[in-house]
C-alpha cells in the first residue's frame, strides 16, 4: 500500500536539490552495453525504478551488473537467453530492449506493469516489422513477443515525434544489413544520436550506416549529467513559493531538454545558467533560479515533443502566470504512465484553477490562488512532483495520494523535500 504525503503551505527554498542521474541517458548507455564486451562504468546512474528495471533485464541478457551507491559497471558479455524481461512501469526500456532485441537468436516476451500494459506498442513494432523483424504486440499492447531474425535496413518516416521509437529503429539498425534512414515530424531527444556520433542531414533524415558506427570503438563509460526533467520540480517550486533561490548543480542542458528552462526565462522567470560544458557529449550547467513573477506562455504543436515530460509542471505553473497560457500538440500526453491531461485538469480543477481542455490542448487562466485539495496521481511521478509544487502555495494542506510513485523516476524527491522544507512534508502511511 502507498503512502500519502500531507503538504501545507510552505514559506521559502533556498539551497542545492540533490538531482538523480539523466533516466534517458542511463537507460540508453546500459543498454548499449549489451552490444559491446568491453566494461562500461556509468557514474551518477538515475536511481529510479525505471533505471533499476533496464538493469534488471540486462541481468537476464547475461551482463554482470554491479551496482555501488550511484556507479554502476557492466561487464561481461550478453549470451541473450531467452525468456520473459519485465520492464516494469518502464516505456523506455521496453522499446529500446525490442530494438535491440529483434536482430539477436532468441525469443523473448516482454511484459510490464498495469500502467506499461495499456501503452501503444505498434509505433515500435511496425518500423521493427518492415525490417525483417518478428514482433507481436497484444491487440497493440504488452505482452510482446520478439523471436530474433536477421534485419535489413528500411527509410522510414516516423509519424510520431518520439524518442523512444527512433532509439529502438537506430538500436535495431545497428544490427541490421545495409542502411537505414529515418526521420521523425519534429526533433525529440536526441541522446541514442549523440552516443552514437550520428546527427541529421539534409531534410532531418539521420542515417545510420552499421559498417561505420562500429559500437567498439565507441566508448559507453560516462558520468551521467543531473536529470532536467526532475530538476523542473525544483525549479517550478522555487519560481512560486516567496524569498526562493536555489542552485542545481551539474544539469543536463542539452537543447532538446532545455526548452522548459528557456520558455520560463522568455516569460521573465529569474532562470539563469551559464558557462555550458560538454562532458560526455553532452552540455551541462548549473542553474540557478530565484522566486520571480512570470507571463502566460503559448506552447504550440511544435514545441510540445521538447517541452514533453515538463508539461504537468509547466500546467502548474500556468495556473500562477499572469494571463491566460495555451498549450497544444499534447495527444501524447494522453498516453504516457497515465492519461496525464485528463490527471492534470481534474487536479488543477480540485485546487480551484480555471482550465479548459480538448482532446489535444489546455487553456489555463493564471493568477489564481489555489487551496489545498486531495490530489489522484494515477500512480503517476510526474503528476505527484507537480502537485506537490502546486501545494507549496495553496491555501491549506494538500494530500498526494500515491506519493511513492515518485521513486519511478527521482526516490529521494520526499526526503529532498523535507530537507529544504523542514517540517513540511509528512509522509502517512
Ligand atoms: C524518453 C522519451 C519520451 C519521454 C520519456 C523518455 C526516452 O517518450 O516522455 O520520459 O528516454 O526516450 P516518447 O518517446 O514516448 O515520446
Redesign the pocket.
Known amino acids: 500500500m502507498s503512502r500519502a504525503v500531507i503538504i501545507p503551505p510552505c514559506r521559502s527554498l533556498c539551497g542545492s536539490p540533490r538531482l538523480p542521474g539523466d533516466?534517458?541517458?542511463s537507460?540508453?548507455r546500459a543498454l548499449l552495453s549489451l552490444c559491446v564486451a568491453d566494461d562500461v562504468v556509468l557514474e551518477n546512474f538515475a536511481d529510479g525504478e525505471d533505471c533499476a528495471a533496464t538493469l534488471e533485464c540486462i541481468a537476464r541478457l547475461g551482463k554482470r551488473v554491479l551496482r555501488e551507491e550511484n556507479r554502476v559497471t557492466l561487464s561481461g558479455v550478453a549470451g541473450f537467453s531467452s525468456g520473459e524481461l519485465d520492464c516494469e512501469n518502464s516505456?523506455?526500456t521496453a522499446?529500446?530492449l525490442a530494438g535491440i532485441l529483434a536482430a539477436r537468436d532468441g525469443h523473448w516476451t516482454l511484459t510490464g506493469d498495469a500502467s506499461l500494459s495499456q501503452?501503444p506498442m505498434e509505433?515500435v513494432a511496425v518500423p521493427l516489422r518492415s525490417m525483417g523483424a518478428d514482433v507481436a504486440t497484444t491487440d497493440g499492447h504488452f505482452p510482446l513477443t520478439i523471436t530474433g531474425r536477421p534485419l535489413h535496413g528500411i527509410e522510414y518516416e516516423s509519424p510520431?515525434?518520439?524518442?523512444?521509437?527512433?532509439?529502438a529503429v537506430l538500436l535495431a539498425a545497428l544490427a541490421a544489413e545495409g542502411v537505414t534512414r529515418y526521420r521523425e515530424p519534429l526533433r525529440?531527444?536526441d541522446?541514442?544520436e549523440r552516443i552514437l556520433n550520428l546527427a541529421p542531414g539534409s531534410h532531418g533524415w539521420i542515417s545510420l550506416d552499421p559498417k561505420r558506427t562500429r559500437l567498439n570503438g565507441l566508448t559507453l563509460s560516462a558520468s551521467i549529467p543531473g536529470d532536467p526533467?526532475a530538476a523542473a520540480f525544483w525549479i517550478a517550486a522555487a519560481l512560486l513559493v516567496p524569498g526562493s533561490r536555489l542552485t542545481l548543480r551539474n544539469v543536463l542542458v542539452n537543447p532538446v531538454r532545455a526548452a522548459y528552462l528557456r520558455l520560463l526565462r522568455e516569460a521573465g522567470a529569474r532562470i539563469e545558467w551559464s558557462g555550458e560544458e560538454i562532458h560526455d557529449g553532452e552540455p551541462v550547467s548549473d542553474v540557478r533560479v530565484e522566486h520571480s513573477a512570470f507571463r502566460a506562455f503559448q506552447i504550440a504543436e511544435n514545441d510540445a515533443?521538447a517541452l514533453?515530460?515538463e508539461l504537468p509542471v509547466l500546467a502548474v505553473l500556468a495556473a500562477f502566470a499572469e494571463g491566460v497560457s495555451n498549450f497544444y500538440g499534447l495527444g501524447?500526453l494522453r498516453?504516457?504512465e497515465t492519461d496525464r491531461l485528463a490527471l492534470i485538469t481534474r487536479g488543477l480543477a480540485r485546487m480551484g484553477a480555471r482550465t479548459a481542455a480538448t482532446n489535444d490542448s489546455l487553456t489555463i487562466r493564471g493568477g489564481n490562488v489555489l487551496h489545498g485539495a486531495e490530489i489522484e496521481t494515477g500512480g503517476d511521478h510526474r503528476i505527484a512532483m507537480a502537485f506537490a509544487v502546486a501545494a507549496l502555495t495553496a491555501n491549506g494542506n494538500s494530500v498526494i495520494e500515491n506519493a511513492d510513485c515518485v521513486g519511478v523516476?527521482d526516490p529521494e524527491f520526499w526526503n529532498e523535500g523535507g530537507r529544504l522544507l523542514p517540517d513540511s512534508v509528512t509522509l502517512e502511511s
Open positions: 533516466k534517458s541517458i537507460h540508453r516505456g523506455t522499446r529500446l501503452r509505433r510520431v515525434a518520439s524518442a523512444q521509437v527512433k532509439s525529440s531527444r541522446h541514442t526533467s515533443p514533453l515530460d501524447e498516453v504516457k523516476s
